[in-house]
């Protein structure tokens, strides 16, 4: 449908391109007004390249570790490079800090605030309808402590490096003489970086959603946010506890964790497994959301069973904090107590299966277009699934005896956190680029990469299940030579993979300079984000939006004249409202 | 990096030799369990993958409409479908979480009568202890008879894991940690004793140690099953493994130990404590050529007869009594730059073994084989004359 041919009696809406003064990113210039930024949108960006300057940092980190793996007497920190920087270093103990590294890395400073706090920040008030978050310098404090976490951890590399795997169970983390206490001081901060955001997304969804905005109404991304938030308030003070608590034993001997002063070491995984297992649906959870979006939207389709996804996302926050203790199962518990603990592991399965299938549904007889975050949401599924599925192998008690702490389970988490996460923040980031930058990038481009990534991360990761249900344990500098040819396998995997997110890297840098004007509704979505021009002004809506059901596609019209979406609706007076004030109405004037 | 290539295209070369299969080799009562389960979950999980697949792709194919095109229907919810596959999954995991405890169950039910060894595990290595002074890094069992192993770590938290046995249970300092497993295939015997001696003698002149992964047999001629440790325990994680040795019978098992039970009456006490040197532990901590990369302990090499910095900055001679005090007590005098992290060998060594440590220790030494060492160890071999002594005798009640 043309624009001319718009029946009498509806009208076309579509906000059109920006002016300079109304887009974010250029209402004001000059660094400061970004240092001291107040604007959700702003520090979402801020927190895009603080997240992925950490995901190129613990990425090339985890080349590293694959190029070392080549070959079983290991290969890249045995070469004399290695020796001339580090000389009193052997190649093992490179090794065990620089897989610490890649893991705290991607753990502390990646994957927990990719999707929640860099697009979570961007997006959350825009598809609420909401002009900023409630807490907008609290916000803003989020960031820095980010910044502040990220920079002890570098401390820690400098200094002497940390050598105690991401987890820091004691009691090696309490004799080692690598710098624990820099890094956990980081994880410290952090956390309350963690904390702040999910305060404040709590508060912004309960009280700033405008008229019209039922909870049911919310796009799922949202329930999804407000699931993490949930899990991020409750669960991120015991990991602070925790930390303080093992600072204490390292420096004063108090007793809590370590056996040589009447301590128990596994206390420490109790508690540390309290907080890290619910961590882990703060890493997946955000990602379900964003699949939810994507799928019903380029599948031009109603979300299937919207209330199912949304109350799964609560029931996997509430049923998370239940599961810790599978991390466990062979440490030495009571017999009881692991059954219990095996028996509560399966039913977070059960939401989780129902979300794919639910998207599985969504795509049944949509109108399904191709475009890179599609790309990137069904590569999502196809990796999710293999990770869930293999999680029934470890959280059976007899097989996970045989697979526990093996590269099994490796393999098993990294089709979790990067096959769900990444791939989702990656899919995310391009169903939103237009959005936040007001571009559109090369769409034949960001395929290969979605490709790329798909392949490089089965041939890294799938040789890993086969090592470990043969027998080969994780976190191992070197190895027997019987593992060589699927370790060698797995690193031509990790070499692919790379390249992969380097496509896909380019194709967004290039975009920015080269790309053409995004139009406000590039992909036919109906959530409000793209009722507002990209990039959106500096208020997000000029006044509070009409606020409809998020998946109704009805009165959303391809218009070839235009090549664009718009919106067609049946004409309606509005009583027409004052400007806004300057500033927004919570901003305590 | 290019000759690396062959064995990157060839992925599956090391298991087409008649190791197709998915695991190692099954060689105690928990693997057919464990496999059984492993099968039954994966057979479910593929089909349910397959079905997702094939939708999936299915789908993607299928509905793949133009630009602008709407989707041929909006129906957004069906009660019933959601609620058959909300619940009906279940019903197999429950199956799953059943057979998975009772296969649980099993690795922590130890029968009566089980025969019993110590397992002490430390950084990074293994000491098996079966009784009487006679500990081995190797672990060796009997076939078809249960065994329970009683674990202490004397540091870090260690994993005590056997792929072949389908077992793994973490080894937590402060305190004893129990696992039992009934192995089912004995290992062969594939190399004659001339040819081990022969192995030996090389072994000697090259002071090479024992290659278990290249030899693919143990230093009695043995097949072996591999053991590894598990859980991170740092610098060394990757390098403490062991193997494991199942006889056809008690007897055979016992003349094993016997075989390591003390030092031969015509071996040099340096010779046996280059033995202890390897296979009590001390070469993963103390290099004994002047190595200090990748050590966590001084290098033994010219340590004996020589002034040592301390800690808290005090001097000691490097004498007898400081070899034996620091192998007892290792915490007491702690040399300069190194961390108090040595265990102690109090009760794990008999007096001859420390003597034939110290020994071993002097040979390193170029100063060490002065006038007065010499003294000094000959007055150590009266002193061990008495537990030796002892020692025997306790062996040969325990016989009868």
């Known amino acids: 449908m043309s624009v001319g041919s718009v029946p009498a009696g509806y009208e076309v809406k579509d906000p059109g391109y920006p002016t300079p003064e109304e887009n974010y990113l250029t209402n004001s210039r000059g660094l400061l007004t970004w240092a001291f930024t107040l604007d959700h949108k702003r520090i979402g960006v801020m927190y895009l390249v603080g997240v992925s300057v950490s995901f190129l940092v613990a990425g090339l980190l985890a080349l590293g570790i694959r190029l070392h793996l080549f070959a079983p007497e290991g290969w890249l920190f045995n070469n004399s490079f290695f020796k001339w920087l580090a000389p009193d270093k052997a190649p093992n103990d490179i090794y065990n800090q620089v897989f610490t590294l890649h893991g705290a890395i991607m753990v502390f400073l990646f994957i927990i605030p990719s999707i929640p706090a860099a697009l979570g920040n961007f997006l959350v008030p825009v598809m609420l309808g909401a002009k900023d978050v409630a807490f907008p310098r609290l916000n803003l404090s989020s960031f820095y402590l980010w910044v502040a976490g990220a920079v002890f951890f570098v401390m820690a590399l400098l200094a002497s490096g940390l050598d105690t795997g991401w987890t820091f169970y004691t009691p090696y983390s309490t004799t080692t003489d690598t710098s624990v206490i820099m890094a956990t001081t980081g994880a410290f901060i952090l956390g309350f970086s963690s904390i702040f955001t999910g305060l404040n997304f709590i508060v912004t969804i309960n009280t700033m959603r405008p008229p019209g905005m039922t909870w049911f109404r919310m796009p799922l991304f949202l329930w999804a946010t407000y699931s993490t938030s949930i899990i991020q308030v409750l669960a991120t003070p015991v990991l602070g506890i925790t930390l303080l608590l093992l600072i204490a034993e390292r420096t004063m001997h108090i007793g809590i964790f370590d056996p040589e002063y009447n301590g128990d070491p596994v206390t420490y995984q109790h508690f540390f497994w309290f907080y890290s297992h619910p961590a882990v649906y703060i890493m997946i959870l955000p990602a379900f959301g964003v699949i939810s979006e994507l799928i019903s939207v380029h599948s031009h389709k109603r979300i299937f069973g919207y209330r199912f996804i949304a109350y799964s996302s609560i029931a996997i926050a509430l049923l998370g904090f239940l599961v810790w203790g599978h991390h466990m199962f062979t440490a030495g518990m009571g017999p009881m107590t692991t059954i219990i603990f095996s028996a509560l592991t399966f039913t977070v399965s059960v939401p989780s299966a129902i979300k794919v299938f639910n998207w599985l549904a969504t795509m049944y007889k949509g109108a399904i277009s191709l475009t890179t975050p599609m790309c990137y949401a069904i590569a999502f599924i196809f990796l ?93 500098a070197t190895y027997d030579p019987e593992f060589a040819g699927l370790h060698a396998m797995s690193t031509w995997g990790a070499l692919l993979l790379g390249v992969g997110l380097f496509v896909a890297l380019i194709v967004l840098l290039v975009s920015l300079f080269k790309g053409k004007k995004a139009p406000a509704n590039p992909w036919g979505a109906a959530t409000l984000e793209w009722a507002c021009t990209s990039p959106p002004p500096f208020y997000n809506f000029e006044r509070a939006p009409v606020v409809g059901d998020p998946y109704e596609f009805g009165d959303i019209q391809w218009d070839g004249a235009s090549d664009r979406y718009v919106k067609v609706e049946p004409k309606r007076e509005t009583i027409p409202t004052e400007k806004p004030s300057e500033s927004p109405a919570h901003a305590g004037e | 990096m290019l000759n690396m290539i062959p064995a990157a295209i060839m992925p599956l070369a090391d298991y087409t030799d008649s190791k197709l299969s998915f695991f190692p080799e099954s060689a105690s009562t928990f693997s057919s369990d464990s496999d059984w389960i492993f099968y039954f979950i994966s057979i479910v999980a593929l089909i349910f993958f397959i079905a997702i697949v094939i939708a999936l792709f299915g789908f993607t194919v299928k509905y793949k409409k133009a630009k602008g095109m709407a989707a041929e229907s909006q129906t957004d919810h069906n009660t019933t479908i959601e609620l058959v596959w909300s619940i009906g999954p279940s019903f197999l995991l429950i199956v799953m979480f059943y057979f998975g405890a009772q296969g649980y169950l099993a690795h922590r039910t130890i029968p009566e009568g ?43 938290i260690h994993s005590l894991y056997i792929p072949a046995f389908r077992v793994k249970k973490d080894i937590v300092p402060g305190r004893y940690n129990y696992m039992w497993f009934k192995a089912t295939k004995p290992s062969e015997k594939v190399v004659t004793d001339e040819e081990l001696e022969q192995l030996a003698a090389k072994d000697a002149e090259t002071n090479a140690s024992w290659n278990y992964d290249e030899r693919q047999f143990t230093p009695d001629g043995y097949t072996f099953y591999d053991l590894y440790c598990t859980e991170y325990c740092g610098t060394n994680h990757s390098e403490m493994q062991t193997v494991v040795v199942v006889h056809e019978t008690r007897a055979d098992l016992d003349a094993w130990i016997k075989k390591y039970s003390k030092r031969a009456s015509t071996e040099s006490p340096a010779s046996y404590g280059q033995k202890l040197y390897e296979r009590r532990g001390c070469k993963t901590c103390h290099s004994i050529d002047g190595t200090k990369v990748g050590y966590v302990g001084p290098t033994w090499k010219d340590l004996a007869g020589t002034s040592r910095p301390l800690a808290n900055g005090d001097e000691v001679l490097a004498d007898e009594n400081y070899l034996r005090e620091s ?10 730059g190194y961390q108090p992290v040595m265990p102690s060998y109090k009760g794990q060594l008999t007096d001859d073994d420390i003597y034939s440590l110290v020994e071993y220790i002097k040979s390193l030494s170029e100063s060490g084989s002065g006038g007065e060492a010499e003294a000094d160890a000959g007055e150590g071999t009266e002193e061990d004359t008495s537990p030796g002594a002892n020692d025997e005798q306790a062996g040969d009640e325990a016989a009868q």
């Open chain 1, 384 to 476: 999710f699934t293999i990770g869930g599925l293999t999680g029934l192998h470890l959280g059976t008690l007899a097989t996970d005896m045989h697979l526990h702490d093996t590269y099994f389970v490796v393999a098993h988490f990294h089709y979790v956190m990067v096959g769900g996460t990444l791939v989702a923040f990656l899919g995310a980031v391009f169903h939103w680029w237009p959005k936040m930058f007001g571009r559109m990038y090369n769409e034949l481009w960001g395929q290969i990469s979605a490709v790329i990534v798909f392949l490089g991360f089965n041939l890294t990761f799938l040789p890993q299940f086969v090592l470990g249900s043969r027998g080969m344990p994780r976190r191992y």
């Open chain 2, 114 to 156: 089980s025969y019993e060894l110590g397992v002490d595990a430390y950084k990074w290595g293994w000491g098996i202890n079966y009784g009487k002074f006679v500990i081995h890094p190797e672990l060796h069992v009997v076939a078809g008879e249960p065994t329970k192993l009683t674990m202490t770590s004397s540091d870090v």
């Open chain 2, 327 to 336: 192998i007892l007590n290792p915490k007491a005098k702690i040399a300069a």
